[in-house]
């Protein structure tokens, strides 16, 4: 059993081991603690450790009574909630908003650890029990809830999360800095009322402050989605950290302020916050149960960078990690993988090493730190920007440091590769080495999709990039004899997916020789552009309509396409392709992803294979292939 003292104080016995009568602040967080950097609740509260503040976790409290909330005494300082490294939403329900059957962040991956909108849940207690204390909400539920937004669990538009938790405080984003400040600040005996300039905060006021962004209120966007969607686009503009301006939405008699981001942190920063001393490892409270499932993912990868330039419309971490890289040094990467090699679990193998986008290691241009990124231009789609600074060299040697050191077998790539960025630079020295010494076996990429018009919806680039990529892919794996293959991430149902477009998908799956093993269907999460689409049926940026699946039948078709060669799928398929007038690809051609019905035999017409009746009791050709 691991030491319970290498562990943040869960208890008042761990109060009393440390000698603390009182805690600085609470932590609340709707996910068991494991003490790790690549879980929100540890960082922060090791972080607020490392500044010299007394901090206990309340981990998965039950809401239900007051007893672990209370279990540790008032906090002098202030509460601090998170739902946990998941939005608590999306943690319980699918894209078909099902139960989910396990919860990777709760003791034995069990469910039902955790309150339907927890932060709200929290905060709401935390005032019931102790008034007007300061509270400070954060996480990723606080961070994309944080102005109106559409809610796809109960499909309707809901207040900022600032408002319905009650709380004074709202930090998005990663947070460090801006804990920082606020605990100092209340530390020093400032009100928490006054706490209101703070970058990367959010809070409530009476009136819009001077020289902010307005964007329509609450009551309007809940009326009128082409507000929703000019709102959006008018709070996008403003999600960069050097030239993004105050936003502020009326929310009733309140408005919602959101002070510019934070800034992006240093290297030294970054190292600070991942040489802290970690346990690595889920609470000994929870060994009998289990652990915590959600480790094992990440116990021997490594966190090297945070920030995406990608800029997907369906992905949330520009508006929660920006598109300005913050990497650490090698120095402290080198350090982490040392204490990796030294675990008695530890069998050779790094899993990975990364960030949202394992191969972004530096801002995309030389511009961003003094000028911010482009407000209306994409660093890779639909075309790499002529600027953008795709050198790999950092990363490579990185990877040769890891892969040098004693212990270390193998250094794996697994957080994704983009590889439009890779083939926008002109080293192919990092491409082989990829595939000869970081790919075991399988990588995986995400074109997404194929459509022009989907593609262009999504921000990626044109599938004819994947194409290109997957050929080099090929040459160079044969080249170094190792049979390795590409798996290609996508997205079914996406804003702007017609049922055609999912045809065409299926057709490039069947040319790849390739049928996935699991769909995503698109789920509209909080704060992203593609769920803005998703529930307006409009474009913001262009202000068009768009086509949007929402029927529970019209995701199912598109999804039974990209598996066509499945039984259960069968009758989706012929149905979907009846309806494309696609009868083409219903037969017993190379070409076809389905077989006709018992009772019809492939007629030729106009060059292309058709169903009709057969006229000899309905018995058609001999089967072949492996179509269902």
């Known amino acids: 059993m691991s030491d319970s003292g290498r562990f943040l104080p869960v208890s008042r016995r761990d109060m009393d081991l440390r000698g603390w009568s009182e805690l600085d602040f609470l932590y609340i967080s709707g996910d068991g603690y494991v003490d790790h950097p690549s879980f929100g609740p540890a960082v922060i509260c090791r972080c607020l450790e490392s ?52 919860d990777a962040y709760s003791p034995g991956g069990e469910v039902g650890h955790r309150p339907d909108r927890a932060t709200i849940v929290y905060c709401n207690i935390v005032r019931e029990l102790w008034g007007d204390i300061p509270l400070v909400i954060g996480g990723i539920e606080a961070s994309l809830r944080r102005m109106a937004h559409y809610d796809y669990w109960s499909d309707k538009v809901r207040r900022s999360i600032l408002i319905d938790s009650r709380a004074d405080l709202l930090i998005y984003g990663m947070g460090e800095r801006q804990i920082k400040e606020i605990a100092e600040r209340l530390r020093d005996g400032e009100d928490v009322s006054s706490l209101t300039g703070i970058r990367g905060t959010c809070h409530r006021a009476s009136d819009c402050p001077e020289g902010s962004v307005v964007v329509p209120s609450f009551d309007e966007v809940v009326r009128d989605k082409r507000a929703f969607a000019r709102a959006f686009d008018l709070w996008d503009r403003e999600q960069d950290p050097i030239r993004g301006k105050t936003v502020c939405q009326p929310h009733g008699d309140k408005v919602v302020v959101q002070n510019p981001p934070a800034l992006p942190l240093s290297t030294d920063e970054m190292d600070h916050v991942y040489d802290l001393p970690y346990a690595r490892e889920p609470h000994p409270m929870y060994d009998d149960a289990g652990g915590i499932p959600a480790i094992e993912e990440v116990r021997f990868s490594i966190v090297s960078h945070r920030g995406c330039f990608g800029d997907c419309s369906f992905c949330a971490i520009v508006a929660h990690q920006g598109r300005i890289i913050q990497a650490r040094s090698h120095r402290s990467i080198l350090e982490e993988a040392k204490k990796l090699t030294e675990m008695a679990s530890f069998k050779g193998y790094i899993h990975d090493v990364g960030g949202p986008t394992a191969n972004f290691r530096h801002p995309s241009c030389k511009k961003q730190l003094s000028q911010g990124t482009c407000a209306h231009r994409s660093c890779l789609a639909p075309e790499p920007c002529p600027g953008l600074d795709c050198d790999h060299w950092d990363y490579l040697e990185l990877l040769r440091k890891l892969k040098g050191l004693p212990k270390v077998k193998k250094v794996f790539i697994r957080s994704g590769i983009r590889y439009d960025y890779i083939l926008a630079g002109k080293n192919r020295e990092f491409l082989e080495e990829l595939c000869r010494d970081h790919v075991s076996g399988i990588l995986k990429v995400a074109p997404e999709h194929c459509s022009p018009s989907v593609l ?10 994947f194409l290109r990529f997957k050929a080099i892919f090929d040459r160079i794996n044969a080249k170094i004899n190792r049979k390795q293959f590409l798996i290609p991430y996508l997205i079914s149902s996406h804003p702007g997916a017609t049922l055609k477009d999912a045809v065409a998908l299926a057709e490039l799956l069947r040319d790849l020789g390739h049928v996935p093993d699991h769909v995503q269907d698109f789920i509209p ?43 259960e799928n069968r009758k989706l398929v012929l149905e979907a392709l009846r309806m494309c007038g696609r009868e083409d690809l219903i037969g017993f051609g190379e070409n076809c992803l389905v077989r006709p019905e018992k009772g019809s035999v492939p007629v030729r017409r106009g060059g292309f294979e058709k169903n009709a009746k057969s006229a000899s009791g309905g018995k058609g050709p001999r089967r072949r292939g492996r179509k269902p």
């Open 51 to 102: 500044w010299g503040f007394k901090v206990g976790i309340a981990a998965q409290p039950d809401w239900r009574t007051r007893e672990d909330f209370l279990s540790m005494g008032r906090p002098r300082l202030g509460a601090l909630v998170s739902a946990g490294n998941m939005d608590s939403m999306l943690n319980k329900l699918t894209a078909a908003r099902n139960k989910r059957r396990t």
């Open 525 to 567: 999460t909080p704060g992203s552009l593609s769920t803005c689409m998703y529930y307006t049926e409009i474009d913001p940026s262009t202000g068009r309509g768009i086509f949007v699946a929402k029927t529970g039948h019209q995701k199912a078709l598109q999804r039974a396409l990209l598996q066509y060669n499945r039984p």
């Open 456 to 465: 262009s919806l999504m921000g990626k680039p044109s599938i004819e990039v």
